[in-house]
């Protein structure tokens, strides 16, 4: 079984920064593409930024210049350093993974979720 572990979420005030993580366990081939994303109480889930095997990123334009997405050493986890947070980036933030599994399955898992809040 594929599962995402997230850590890192907290309370910062604004313009501080918050480092949160990601690590992908279980019985993989290879990883394709990891990903946050992220809700806030009484918005959509909205992509907050992407990573692929060959390092491509993308973020959505909120966050273009404060967040950084990024690999660990061993491509099994993604960090999303968070810079200048603003109060409007508090949310649940979500990691995803497209992954091949052992069983040779193209799965995308969800983590649990990871609360981030940012005072005014």
């Known amino acids: 079984q594929v599962q995402l572990v997230e850590s890192g979420g907290g309370l910062v005030q604004a ?7 990601c690590e992908v366990s279980g019985s993989i081939w290879s990883i394709n593409a990891m990903a946050w994303h992220r809700q806030a109480t009484g918005k959509e889930r909205e992509l907050v930024a992407a990573i692929d095997s060959g390092d491509s990123t993308n973020y959505v334009d909120s966050v273009k ?56």
């Not at 313009?15 to 993580?21: E, P, T």
């Not at 061993?74 to 992954?99: F, G, H, I, R, W």
């Open 15 to 21: 313009g501080g920064s918050l480092r949160v993580s």
């Open 65 to 120: 210049g404060r967040f950084t997405i990024s690999w660990g050493n061993a491509k099994n986890t993604v960090y999303l350093q968070m810079n200048s947070l603003k109060p409007e980036d508090t949310a649940v933030y979500y990691c995803t993974a497209n992954v091949l599994s052992g069983s040779l399955k193209n799965l995308d898992v969800w983590g649990q979720g990871t609360l981030v809040s940012v005072s005014p």
